[in-house]
């Protein structure tokens, strides 16, 4: 039936999401959500939305929630655009700024959207091969191209880069627009918010949807100077003048000032990150350095595709990509002390571990 279909849905390659299965007890490590609930505030503020006003339009522009993310930032609100999670901030992003005569530059290995996103609006690309130890080397970049995006720390890799070569790589490439986008910058990394007031060609997108534990409510945003806001805004009101929902852009709010359980929930995952990589390490696993909520981690002797079916036969569910150079690893988000001991238990259990 697909003689109905706009020409161009046959071309497109559909980004596939990691399973959200209904299994009772299932220690859930596949799609890197934060194991503790999000802010109380951020609860009660959504009870105190869930009224007779859901009849009304949400605000448009969610200016209570930029001002809220400006304040913590140090920007101004007309330097932040909000969308519906990071991925739809993304979306505009590509469609908004991303797409020149020049191709645009992304690692090989990385968030699997960005190749989705670059069919869907017909980008031409070149994907810059990460080094023999996972690394995006930003020397790679120097070539011609139109727009530059990586995320920081990479997808699916955890590893970061410093804030000195983030730098360099915006400044490096003055006359492109240079998308950074850190979805796991509060797990370890140094974000470029502050770069944004001297770099008009930076964009920094984030999401509450990792460290502030609301993938549920789907809220991204992005930070830069005025006219690439503007870009994003310009797309936006061709798309969706409401893509916040009102319960959506309060508890946002909420989890943005909310800093102290913010602070709390990060703390323990990253304490728990860098227990499981100790242990991944001593059972032989080799584990890439991560500054995310996830671990990047092959076995010493048996394939990736072995180790996930044998975890999912005991009830642990992590992310595994059969594509060149990955096929080995998992990735495995940081759930609670309990839920990792969960996993480690099955992954001593198996033949080959020494
Ligand atoms: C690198 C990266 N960017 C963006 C996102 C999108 O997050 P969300 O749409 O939930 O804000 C993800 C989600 O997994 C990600 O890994």
Redesign the pocket.
Known sequence: MSQYWSPIVSRLAPYVAGEQPRIQNLVKLNT?ENPYGPSPRAVAAIQAAAGDALRLYPDPSATALREAIAKRFGVDADQVFVGN???EV?AHTFQALLKHDKPLLYPDIT?SFYPTYSRLYDIDVVEIPLDEGFRIKISDYDRPCGAIII?NPN?PTGIGLAIAEIEALVSGHPDVPVVV?E?YIDFGGETAANLIVRYPNLLVVQ?L?KSRSL?GMRV?FALGQRHLIDALERVKDSFNSYPLDRLAQVAATAAIEDVEWFEICRQKIIATRDRLSDELLAMGFDVLPSQANFVFARHPALSGAEVYSALRAKGVLVRHWNKPRIADYLRISIGTDAECDQLLEVLKSLPAAS
Request: no cysteine; net charge negative.
């Open positions: 890197n999670g990071s991925d993304l968030y995320p997808a986008d979805a999401t949807s993938a991204g």
